[in-house]
């Protein structure tokens, strides 16, 4: 089904990297080998960047009304080919059809958004500031563009850039995760069929070599990032320190609230589906849930009943509603975090180690995990996991759990539980964090607004979607006009 060896997409071409350096690509749910990945040379970076920006020349010019067209037909194709790139999803990264089926619709619906860009980028213009002097801001392009992506959506998370950098006039180089880069390379396949000019678009495979030539080169202006904190931190700082503009979405742990009057049935359904949903592996899954006075009495035993209810198998299976984490590797370092957190005196309540899925033997997987009686400060408090792993701790007023949430370094999402309007009205002021749930396990913004992040979740300041994305990708420019009277001509 896919190639022996994948290639990058360059200047409108499709060409085989000259580097000799690869990775396997391997199926999480089965171990099997699906294709190897070139990591692609500074020098064949260098080559992309500077077509890109030859393409950039021209491409700036082209009306906004005319660039929206090809993400029209960009949109149908996607909605055309989404089982067959919802299956690659779960092929190379292992979360269900279903939920990869839910991603694709993100992706679309910020192509959607980007549509609207002839409005978006509209400027503003005010008349007379002074008698006879006219100001006008409007927006331009800024260049070449790049992104840097993770592992965890690879259908979804290019497109939080892709359709607004193109639509807002630049040209964009993709760097998909070396672990999970089929998906993009089938939609480059569908990208290939728009006709778009030559250099508009391109995907450029690769690991630390490549992302570095693009946080070096001079003509890339704007690196979009978003992956682990520790890498999100280094991409600002070199970003930046080479003039760039920068955005970079780091790791998270999230914090989950649960009042005593909050709705144990909905709750325990909506917290077992973000703390275990994509096998724990979305920056926006729960992975603390601290109880409030009686809620701690019944919420723990529902949630470790719903852990254990988790049917977790090969994500291509009809029935199965959790799939493998990506690698033996990260399964290794979750299972060697759950034991941290019995060291730490945790009462373990479900245990996921050591699982092996009939049929699936050579898989990565961790079944869903609970961990009861967790204490603040902890190294399982604090670590993401990244793994279907939920910590519960228990303390006796909401004030105290507040407190708990903006202790954390973390600041991706917060939720708060509760029937109580009055609550939720504190917690949605009062907590540190740039997503905030209400009776909401997975706070994930639509496409027309942005994906927000705050602390050790977010370096930069424009966030990814919508109208942050706008003003990410153009730089504003403002005119101050006088057209003496006496100059004009008697008509
Ligand atoms: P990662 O940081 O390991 O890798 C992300 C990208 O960075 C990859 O393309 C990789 O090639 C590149 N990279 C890795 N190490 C590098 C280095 N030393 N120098 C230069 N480039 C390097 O992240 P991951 O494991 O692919 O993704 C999971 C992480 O992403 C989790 O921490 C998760 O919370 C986070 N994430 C955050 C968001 C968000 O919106 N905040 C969304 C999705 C995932």
Same mark, same amino acid.
């Given at each position: 089904?896919?190639?022996?060896?994948?290639?990058?997409?360059?200047?409108?071409?499709?060409?085989?990297?000259?580097?000799?350096?690869?990775? %396997?690509? /391997?199926? @999480?749910?089965?171990? !099997? #080998?699906?294709? *190897?990945? $070139?990591?692609?040379?500074? &020098?064949?970076?260098?080559?992309?960047?500077?077509?890109?920006?030859?393409?950039?020349?021209?491409?700036?010019?082209?009306?906004?009304?005319?660039?929206?067209?090809?993400?029209?037909?960009?949109?149908?194709?996607?909605?055309?080919?989404?089982?067959?790139?919802?299956?690659?999803?779960?092929?190379?990264?292992?979360?269900?059809?279903?939920?990869?089926?839910?991603?694709?619709?993100?992706?679309?619906?910020?192509?959607?958004?980007?549509?609207?860009?002839?409005?978006?980028?509209?400027?503003?213009?005010? %008349?007379? /500031?002074? @008698?006879?002097?006219? !100001? #006008?801001?409007? *927006?331009? $392009?800024?260049?070449?563009? &790049?992104?840097?992506?993770?592992?965890?959506?690879?259908?979804?998370?290019?497109?939080?850039?892709?359709?607004?950098?193109?639509?807002?006039?630049?040209?964009?180089?993709?760097?998909?995760?070396?672990?999970?880069?089929?998906?993009?390379?089938?939609?480059?396949?569908?990208?290939?069929?728009?006709?778009?000019?030559?250099?508009?678009?391109?995907?450029?495979?690769?690991?630390?070599?490549?992302?570095?030539?693009?946080?070096?080169?001079?003509?890339?202006?704007?690196?979009?990032?978003?992956?682990?904190?520790?890498?999100?931190?280094?991409?600002?700082?070199?970003?930046?320190?080479?003039?760039?503009?920068?955005?970079?979405?780091?790791?998270?742990?999230?914090?989950?609230?649960?009042?005593?009057?909050?709705?144990?049935?909905?709750?325990?359904?909506?917290?077992?589906?973000?703390?275990?949903?994509?096998?724990?592996?979305?920056?926006?899954?729960?992975?603390?849930?601290?109880?409030?006075?009686?809620?701690?009495?019944?919420?723990?035993?529902?949630?470790?009943?719903?852990?254990?209810?988790?049917?977790?198998?090969?994500?291509?299976?009809?029935?199965?509603?959790?799939?493998?984490?990506?690698?033996?590797?990260?399964?290794?370092?979750?299972?060697?975090?759950?034991?941290?957190?019995?060291?730490?005196?945790?009462?373990?309540?479900?245990?996921?180690?050591?699982?092996?899925?009939?049929?699936?033997?050579?898989?990565?997987?961790?079944?869903?995990?609970?961990?009861?009686?967790?204490?603040?400060?902890?190294?399982?408090?604090?670590?993401?996991?990244?793994?279907?792993?939920?910590?519960?701790?228990?303390?006796?007023?909401?004030?105290?759990?507040?407190?708990?949430?903006?202790?954390?370094?973390?600041?991706?999402?917060?939720?708060?539980?509760?029937?109580?309007?009055?609550?939720?009205?504190?917690?949605?002021?009062?907590?540190?964090?740039?997503?905030?749930?209400?009776?909401?396990?997975?706070?994930?913004?639509?496409?027309?607004?942005?994906?927000?992040?705050?602390?050790?979740?977010?370096?930069?300041?424009?966030?990814?979607?919508?109208?942050?994305?706008?003003?990410?990708?153009?730089?504003?420019?403002?005119?101050?006009?006088?057209?003496?009277?006496?100059?004009?001509?008697?008509?």
């Amino acid at each position: 089904m896919f190639p022996e060896k994948i290639h990058n997409y360059v200047n409108g071409t499709w060409h085989p990297s000259s580097s000799i350096e690869e990775q %396997e690509v /391997i199926n @999480p749910a089965t171990g !099997e #080998i699906l294709s *190897r990945v $070139p990591l692609s040379s500074g &020098a064949e970076i260098d080559e992309t960047v500077r077509g890109a920006q030859e393409a950039f020349l021209a491409w700036r010019k082209v009306p906004a009304g005319e660039r929206v067209q090809y993400l029209f037909r960009l949109k149908t194709l996607l909605e055309q080919h989404r089982e067959e790139l919802a299956r690659t999803i779960t092929l190379e990264c292992g979360k269900t059809l279903e939920e990869s089926r839910g991603e694709m619709q993100r992706a679309i619906e910020n192509v959607e958004v980007a549509c609207g860009i002839p409005t978006l980028l509209q400027g503003k213009i005010s %008349e007379d /500031i002074a @008698p006879g002097i006219d !100001e #006008i801001m409007l *927006r331009q $392009p800024v260049g070449v563009c &790049a992104a840097v992506m993770p592992f965890n959506f690879p259908g979804m998370i290019p497109f939080w850039f892709l359709p607004y950098t193109i639509a807002c006039g630049n040209t964009f180089i993709v760097k998909p995760s070396e672990r999970v880069p089929l998906t993009m390379t089938r939609t480059f396949e569908l990208i290939a069929e728009l006709d778009l000019p030559k250099g508009v678009l391109n995907l450029v495979h690769g690991g630390k070599e490549a992302v570095d030539a693009l946080l070096d080169h001079p003509l890339v202006r704007a690196v979009s990032f978003v992956g682990s904190t520790q890498v999100a931190r280094y991409i600002y700082s070199r970003a930046t320190a080479n003039g760039k503009r920068a955005q970079c979405q780091g790791g998270a742990k999230n914090p989950i609230i649960v009042l005593p009057d909050a709705d144990l049935e909905m709750t325990t359904r909506i917290v077992a589906d973000s703390a275990f949903g994509c096998a724990g592996q979305r920056c926006l899954a729960a992975s603390l849930a601290i109880t409030v006075g009686e809620a701690g009495k019944q919420f723990p035993q529902a949630i470790a009943e719903a852990a254990r209810q988790r049917v977790t198998g090969n994500g291509l299976e009809p029935g199965v509603q959790m799939g493998p984490v990506i690698t033996q590797v990260s399964k290794s370092r979750i299972e060697g975090l759950i034991g941290k957190g019995i060291a730490e005196g945790a009462e373990l309540m479900v245990d996921g180690r050591g699982a092996v899925i009939s049929g699936c033997e050579g898989g990565s997987f961790v079944r869903p995990t609970v961990l009861d009686g967790i204490l603040p400060g902890s190294e399982v408090a604090r670590t993401e996991i990244f793994g279907p792993v939920l910590g519960l701790m228990h303390v006796d007023s909401v004030e105290e759990a507040i407190r708990i949430v903006n202790a954390g370094t973390y600041g991706n999402m917060a939720c708060l539980f509760t029937s109580s309007g009055a609550a939720a009205r504190k917690f949605r002021s009062e907590a540190e964090a740039g997503n905030i749930g209400i009776n909401i396990g997975v706070a994930a913004p639509i496409a027309f607004f942005p994906f927000s992040g705050w602390k050790d979740s977010f370096f930069g300041d424009l966030h990814a979607q919508s109208a942050d994305g706008v003003d990410f990708y153009t730089q504003k420019k403002v005119v101050i006009e006088r057209w003496p009277k006496e100059w004009s001509r008697k008509f």
